[in-house]
């Protein structure tokens, strides 16, 4: 039988200028102080890169945009893509519906006509709409996408003056996607 440890901690005594906080607030007062000085002078991190942009130590939005200093890996909106022939590579498969966390995607699949040329894929998505009030960009849609249909692009300037202005619909969202070239496994004949 094994017998429970017992530690006992003991508390540190606060001095009386720890336990009014003073002592702190006085400390970042002057970290904060310190940073605005160096931001001032161009010297901290941000205003060294804005500086290097060639925007000055502030962005004078929206005159002023990052847009085509955007780094690749940037994760805005997420959006659907076409293939170069314009063709919809999403199969409907619903796997970005069921991982997305906030639960931000709706989709209404249908299925594609035994006359289609494609009937092989067998469906395709009839409504799709993603909540960008609910979405909080965290790229899951894209890492399960069997058929890279959907990637956060880079636009950042999501914006609407209802709820509704806020969901974006198929068209809206190939729209912001655009054309994505590359491999699309459903258009392989053989497969
Ligand atoms: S980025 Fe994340 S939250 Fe937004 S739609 Fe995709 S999975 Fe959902
Ligand atoms: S975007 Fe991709 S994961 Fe989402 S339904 Fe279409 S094929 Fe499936």
Not at 119 to 136: A, L, Q, W, Y
Request: glycine share 8%; hydrophobic share 35%; net charge positive.
């Amino acid at each position: 039988m094994s017998h429970a440890r017992i530690v006992t901690l003991r508390r540190p005594r606060l001095r009386f200028g720890e336990k009014i906080y003073l002592g702190a607030i006085v400390k970042g007062f002057l970290l904060t102080l310190r940073h605005a000085l160096r931001t001032m002078l161009g010297k901290s991190a941000g205003a060294r890169s804005l500086n290097s942009s060639g925007m000055g130590v502030t962005m004078q939005f929206p005159e002023q945009r990052w847009d085509d200093r955007m780094p690749e890996y940037y994760r805005g909106a997420p959006a659907l893509v076409t293939d170069e022939q314009g063709r919809e590579r999403c199969v409907s498969c619903q796997l970005c519906e069921f991982i997305c966390p906030p639960k931000a995607i709706h989709i209404v699949p249908e299925e594609i006509p035994a006359e289609d040329r494609w009937s092989k894929v067998e469906k395709r998505p009839k409504e799709f709409e993603i909540d960008m009030i609910r979405c909080i960009y965290c790229g899951m849609c894209e890492e399960v996408c069997p058929e890279q249909a959907i990637y956060l692009r880079k636009d950042y300037l999501i914006t609407g003056l209802t709820r509704a202005d806020m969901v974006h619909d198929k068209r809206r969202l190939y729209e912001i996607g655009g054309v994505r070239t590359g491999l699309v496994n459903k258009w392989n004949e053989l497969k």
